[in-house]
């Protein structure tokens, strides 16, 4: 009783115009150098980078990045943590709260091979962690999730944050790993003085959290967050000693709306991801269909881009179809023409793919299967 | 080099409260009384019913069509066409363009065992059908596509149209097998009114097109085309043959908000499809979060509803979070609660999930493998 493997959409070899499509692409040479820079901005800051793996899913890439000094990565599901530690990843922390005693039952077992940690923002969520790691006869690091300013999850810093922590430091089965501090809705807020604004709002949180730490006797190893949008203010802040930022390997054309200071596009990163696409019918003039639609490249923050085609623009998005819009004076696409679509949202498009497509030079240079595609478990 | 199966989120036995999240959640008596209620529908009608499997990817749930009399079933993907036929299905029609010799070969290959048609809606296509029939040795009927109103795929109704019918007819590869004329934008058209209207133009470039391949001396052995927001004024306009809806099995938030002659929301089906999820934080007072955002339940076509529970809004789906609010003075709900959410859109939410977990009186009864889940070559 097996769901059907998806196969991949290439061979390795082929030209880039001989890739089945729809197909996830990655330009390896801007994806190198998004890790190489990452890995530069970091050094020196006595910050550590645990990218998330929740925006590429794949050890390949989290092993890529481990090599360049990343400390371990970041995950949001158990199942995602599996697919990283089965893949040889020896450090997760899942990001996130996780409720049900099979996922904690699945979550503790992983200790028993990799250093696993976890978060929670409630006395119920640490009594059930607490029962999964002594069934499973582990110990193991549970850190405290602040509201950071996104007003998702995450308990109230301060007293309240502090509470839970020494609940967690006193259990025999649990460790205090640190704060969870992670400001969502920060990462795309599109000028440079607003997401300053809403870290240092996160930061001061933390420094709230850690003054009630203090005033019950506990240190608070790690604080934690940060992503693409915004990770140079938390490591400006002094009180972040890791940062979470997983987008910056690919990037995606909601971030690429990001401004920096003079007001231009954020230019730090390259864009490395992208959904190759067939023009798969050319019905009349000024109209053109592709054939990836939102079900091959998602629509939660907004449509595709073309790359490099500013004559065409994706118009509209139906499941299995992409419409593209082009000046009647305009050369037409060619059907079967191949044209690569920048994805609205990294990492939910990479969620419904199971195999990167790596070129160089115009041609497949790799085939990286997706294991935590799908994992919401 | 294979990519993870994702686990089935539950045992067939469990309680539904037992239930691994999220998971995409089957009401079989519903399911049923839609299969029932459209095999009602078409009966004595002489119109066929070929439902789309775009939306259920499943040769189980396609097995079940047919068995209340489908004819057999559409799809918009080659990959799609495969998970049925090695399924056991025996007559498939991928309603929708094919481009690229790979693609073509593989959809060659399936006539060889299955009956298997395809659609074009331009000489190159049928040039490259033609070819991948000739190399595989088999002949296969096309359907010209012609554009029935949505401004999408298809061909100009009238003499173009009979034109291309013509160059298929003569092909010793190729048969004409009809004309598919689908409007899907007319689907979602909230009144009764105006989805009447549209599907009267449809038929309208159908006539003139069946005119014109009459005047070829060209008989039209189908016309398929019609969905579930439109397919009783398909069977009532005297010129479709078959018709083609999917969503009737499961529907969804979007279906819902179809009205009918009454101004009421149409009710000819039942919401069988759901997404169940897990009350996974209750930080403070009038918001908790849900562990299913639109990594489990698409926002294509607006946010998911809550099923039975008037007193809680899902008001924001981030990637693997679902924001619920409820006013103050309601019940907050329990942390580790399921909600069974309503998709707002039933094809792409089914295309995230690599099982169904069939239900009934509150017990799991069946687990069904989504083969064509990503299937999108």
């Known amino acids: 009783m097996e769901t059907m493997l998806q196969r991949p959409p290439a061979i390795i070899g082929q030209r880039e115009d001989e890739v089945d499509t729809p197909a996830l692409l990655l330009d390896l040479d801007a994806f190198e150098y998004n890790l190489d820079r990452m890995a530069q901005l970091v050094a020196g800051t006595g910050v550590r980078l645990r990218p998330h793996a929740k925006t590429h899913k794949s050890p390949v890439i989290a092993q890529l990045q481990i090599a360049l000094g990343a400390v371990g990565q970041c995950v949001q599901k158990v199942g995602e943590a599996e697919a990283l530690v089965w893949g040889g990843v020896r450090d997760v922390f899942v990001s996130n709260e996780v409720v049900g005693t099979a996922k904690l039952a699945r979550f503790a077992a992983l200790a028993k091979i990799a250093n696993v940690a976890i978060c929670a923002d409630s006395d119920a969520h640490v009594v059930a962690i607490e029962a999964a790691a002594a ?18 999850c995450g308990i109230e810093p301060g007293e309240r944050a502090a ?29 440079p003085q607003e997401r300053a604004a809403a870290i240092e709002t996160a930061a001061d949180a933390v420094r709230r959290t850690i003054d009630a730490l203090e005033r019950l006797d506990l240190r608070c190893p790690v604080v934690t967050g940060g992503g693409t949008g915004t990770f140079e203010y938390e490591i400006a802040s002094g009180v972040y000693t890791e940062i979470q930022p ?18 231009k596009p954020v230019s730090t990163f390259r864009q490395s991801l992208f959904v190759l696409s067939t023009v798969m019918s050319v019905p009349r003039a000024g109209t053109a269909v592709l054939d990836a639609g939102h079900k091959a490249v998602t ?15 994706y118009v509209d998005a139906s499941d299995e179809h992409g419409a593209l819009s082009y000046a009647p004076d305009a050369q037409a696409p060619r059907l079967g023409e191949k044209i690569r679509l920048v994805p609205g949202h990294c990492d939910p498009t990479v969620d419904r ?25």
Chains 1, 2 share one sequence.
Request: proline share 5%.
């Open 246 to 263: 997983g987008s910056y390997c690919f990037m995606d054309a909601d971030y690429a709306r990001n401004l920096d200071a003079n007001g």
């Open 299 to 313: 629509i939660d923050s907004g449509l595709p881009l073309l790359w490099q085609r500013p004559e065409l623009a």
């Open 163 to 191: 509470l839970l922590a020494r609940r967690i430091a006193q259990s025999q089965h649990l460790t205090f790993g640190g704060l969870q501090a992670y400001n969502g809705s920060a990462q795309h807020q599109r000028r």
């Open 353 to 377: 793919h199971d195999w990167y497509v790596g070129v160089r030079n115009g041609r497949v240079e790799c085939l990286w299967p997706i294991p935590a595609r799908g994992a919401m478990h």
């Open 135 to 152: 069934d499973a006869t582990v110990r193991v690091p549970v850190y405290v999730e602040i509201d950071a300013g996104a007003g998702r």
